[in-house]
């Protein structure tokens, strides 16, 4: 039984790190400090959302609830051409991120979209996409 359990856990730790994709939980308010009006939901990774009503133009608080995910936030809606050399985004907004209770503070409260996804050390599909 014991040993049945222990060989299930170490299964179950070595499928983790390839099983399909998580989900990201995000917070936006309209406010700084989650004040306003606000939404928390789990979206998809790896997928383009547009900020909508009554968060476009007015997105203070940007918070992702987890450590293993990052999200980007873009100044153009999904599918939109960026133009900036910059490359349009504020860069990854993770758990961890200084400003995500106050976008303002960055200029960055009109946010059009985002995309979150799986932060991890070994993957290179970061480096490829260059
Ligand atoms: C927002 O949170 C920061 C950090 O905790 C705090 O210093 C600041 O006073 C808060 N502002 C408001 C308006 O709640
Ligand atoms: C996002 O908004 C743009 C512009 O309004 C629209 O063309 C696009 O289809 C939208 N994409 C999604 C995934 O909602
Ligand atoms: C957010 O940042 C803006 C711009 O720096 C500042 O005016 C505002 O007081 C900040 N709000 C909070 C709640 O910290």
Request: hydrophobic share 35%; net charge negative; glycine share 8%.
């Amino acid at each position: 039984m014991k040993s049945f359990a222990v060989l299930a856990a170490a299964t179950l730790a070595l499928a983790s790190p390839v099983a399909k994709r998580e989900s990201g939980g995000l917070l936006l308010c309209t406010g700084a400090n989650a004040t306003g009006t606000c939404d928390y939901t789990v979206y998809p990774l790896d997928t383009c959302v547009n900020i909508t009503a009554p968060f476009s133009g007015n997105t203070n608080t940007f918070a992702p609830d987890g450590e293993a995910f990052a999200c980007y936030p873009y100044a153009m809606p999904c599918g939109g051409i960026c133009t900036s050399p910059e490359g349009c985004t504020l860069g990854a907004i993770d758990f961890d991120y200084p400003n995500k209770f106050n976008l303002s503070a960055v200029q960055w409260a009109g946010v059009a979209s985002f995309r979150c996804f799986t932060k991890t050390t070994t993957t290179t599909v970061e480096t490829e996409e260059q």
